[in-house]
């Protein structure tokens, strides 16, 4: 093994790297599933637990508004699970990660609705999104930092992207899954119960993947760092507060552009443009066939390369890109899909190697803490928001300002991100 890889990885020579990598995009694909199901669903079960009048965008709004609201449980997971990673190993962390995501999809998949419960009914499904939300808030960072610890030191982007890979296959058999459902039961029948089978079939699939993540290699010990600091937040801010600040703008602006283009979009599409609800779920099931597919050579090419390339790509395209991409969607299915793969092109050149990015900026015995916090409360401000503001702008009649907005972001990001150090061929720090 390559003596520039971390600590943790030179320390298990057998580490059989066909399986962490089993092991890890397995388990992501779950999570990613479970997560991705409630947007994807939203326009069906809106109204089971937001009552509103005919044609009202209140229950959608406030469906949106309890998918935020998940995202607040994910700066807190990402502590949380960030810690344990850190203190019992990044194992511990990825089978309670998916074992609380299970548990949520399982709770929205039996919740009752508000004509049978009342205003218990938005409560149980801000609960589910609560523990659904501190699952993933955990569960990048960890991911991200098992795949790298067990990979090549010349081959940590390639590793690192396949938890984009895992995320959209997860996605797209969400999107599969809908889209046969609607096909087979219709739109009426979908919205009336048809909606609660993929989370059940998510919450069984949660029970694979803690099967298979039991069974991991572990890639980081505690008992192999003797260092491991007792207060890992005071080391952060005193000793990596530059990089942890870099971590956090380049966490807000992909988390961003990534909910815009991979799960807003077909909502913004049929609400703006017209486009029927079935196909913008076929268009989304394609791209994010694309957005899969195009993950593992832009990791490979950032190894090459480097990161620095792939940051300017990303935030000077998006930039230049999204006002004219967002304001030439039509009631089109085929435009629709070619915006929609042209963002998410633009959107991979830095999501699918932004793991291997801010987990080098850190050492192992603080990296899942450090990424984790940056991510979660990255996502849970510039992420879980972009379906409320979206819809909010829509619904006074400014729908022009969203896309303005993620160029305002983007130029900011370019700002900090401008500054950050190449990493892609220095060894992992220890």
Request: hydrophobic residues 50%.
């Amino acid at each position: 093994m390559n003596s520039t890889t971390s600590t943790s990885a030179t320390s298990t020579p057998t580490l059989n790297r066909r399986r962490q990598l089993v092991t890890g995009t397995v388990g992501h694909l779950v999570e990613y599933f479970d997560w991705s199901a409630y947007s994807f669903l939203a326009i069906y079960f809106a109204h089971q637990f937001f009552p509103g009048e005919d044609g009202s965008m209140v229950p959608l709004l406030s469906t949106f508004a309890v998918f935020a609201v998940g995202f607040l449980a994910r700066p807190v997971g990402g502590v949380v699970l960030g810690r344990i990673a850190d203190k019992h190993g990044r194992k511990t962390a990825l089978t309670l990660s998916v074992a609380l995501m299970g548990a949520g999809s399982l709770l929205i998949g039996v919740a009752p609705t508000y004509g049978q419960v009342g205003m218990l009914a938005p409560i149980v499904l801000v609960l589910a999104r609560l523990i659904q939300g501190f699952s993933t808030g955990g569960e990048l960072a960890t991911a991200s930092a098992f795949l790298m610890e067990s990979a090549p030191s010349h081959r940590r982007g390639l590793y690192t992207s396949f938890t984009y890979v895992s995320s959209s296959v997860g996605k797209v058999f969400c999107l599969a899954l809908i889209t046969a459902l609607v096909h087979v039961v219709g739109n009426d029948t979908t919205g009336d119960w048809a909606w609660r089978v993929p989370f059940l079939i998510g919450a069984a699939g949660a029970v694979v993947a803690w099967w298979i993540r039991r069974h991991a290699e572990e890639t980081y010990e505690r008992s192999e760092e003797p260092t491991v600091p007792t207060t890992p937040f005071r080391e952060l801010a005193k000793n990596h507060g530059p990089s942890l600040r870099r971590a956090f703008v380049l966490c807000s602006i992909t988390a961003a552009m990534f909910y815009t283009w991979t799960t807003f979009i077909p909502t913004w599409a049929v609400v703006t443009a017209g486009v029927d609800k079935e196909s913008a779920v076929l268009v989304s099931t394609v791209a994010f066939c694309f957005y899969g597919v195009i993950q593992i050579p832009l990791g490979a090419l950032s190894d090459k390369i480097g990161r620095r390339p792939m940051i300017f790509v990303f935030t000077i395209g998006n930039a230049a890109l999204t006002v004219p991409l967002f304001i030439t969607i039509s009631s089109s299915a085929v435009r629709l899909l070619l915006i929609q793969c042209a963002g998410m092109l633009i959107t991979s050149c830095l999501m699918s190697v932004s793991g291997a990015v801010i987990g080098e900026m850190f050492p192992a015995r603080v990296r899942v803490l450090a990424t984790g916090t940056a991510i979660s409360v990255a996502t849970a401000v510039f992420g879980g928001t972009v379906p409320t503001i979206g819809t909010a702008l829509h619904s006074i009649g400014q729908p022009i300002l969203f896309p303005i907005y993620l160029v305002v972001l983007n130029l900011l990001a370019l700002l900090v991100l401008a500054r950050t150090p190449e990493t892609a061929h220095s060894a992992l720090p220890r």
